[in-house]
């Protein structure tokens, strides 16, 4: 499979990259800063561009059979329509170059998700991630409506912990209080998605 994976140099992305160069997959990055991937020069083809720029994800995406995107914020609480800029790029570079297949990382609590957290990540969500989390959903109406193949991943809060395997996945799950999962598992899960039709216009939470 070609796979084109975006947000490849933040902590989630770069699980999904060591997880597709240890298998049989041509991977392709898009990155900013392609500087931050010299030690996988020889084992991924990595493409110098930004992902809210149409022209440059169209170009990584050319013979692509696949895109998961891992863009995140880092530790910043102010999306900087980061969400929505790359949305609108992915969305018109698939149709431009002819993927439909996308696996998109949002996070739990964005959307009819926040319908079903609990209490204490209710607070979370409509505070702190406030600002971040409605410009993820303005993202996400976008990709619904895009005529894709899309898969939309909803993690709970993220750890930096060692993948376990055995973590949940659903439609919509029950929460109590504030559970987690490590960025290791979201990436487990991101690859998995990309290589089955299971997932395909279906939103996937996903937490320990």
Not at 98 to 125: C, E, H, I, N
Not at 140 to 168: F, H, N
Not at 176 to 193: E, H, M, Q, W
Request: glycine share 8%; proline share 4%; charged share 20%.
């Amino acid at each position: 499979m070609n796979l084109l994976i975006l947000g490849a140099t933040g902590p989630t992305g770069r699980h999904v990259v060591d997880l597709a160069r240890q298998s049989s997959d041509r991977v392709t990055v898009l990155a900013r800063r392609p500087e931050a991937l010299e030690d996988l020069a020889h084992q991924v083809t990595v493409v110098a561009g930004d992902a809210t720029s149409q022209h440059d994800v169209a170009k990584a995406m050319a013979g692509q059979d696949v895109v998961i995107s891992a863009l995140g914020r880092s530790t910043s609480v102010r999306a900087d329509d980061l969400f929505t800029r790359a949305a609108a790029a992915v969305i018109g570079a698939a149709k431009e170059v002819g993927v439909s297949r996308l696996v998109w990382l949002s996070s739990f609590g964005v959307g009819d998700t926040f319908r079903s957290a609990s209490p204490a990540q209710k607070v979370m969500y409509s505070t702190f991630l406030r600002n971040i989390y409605a410009n993820k959903e303005i993202s996400e109406k976008a990709i619904r409506a895009s005529g894709l193949d899309w898969t939309l991943v909803y993690p709970t809060m993220l750890t930096k912990g060692p993948a376990k395997g055995t973590y949940l996945v659903g439609e919509r799950l029950p929460m109590k209080g504030n559970p987690t999962i490590s960025r290791a598992d979201v990436a487990d899960f991101l690859y998995k998605a990309a290589h089955s039709p299971e997932w395909i216009h279906r939103d996937a939470v996903i937490t320990d």
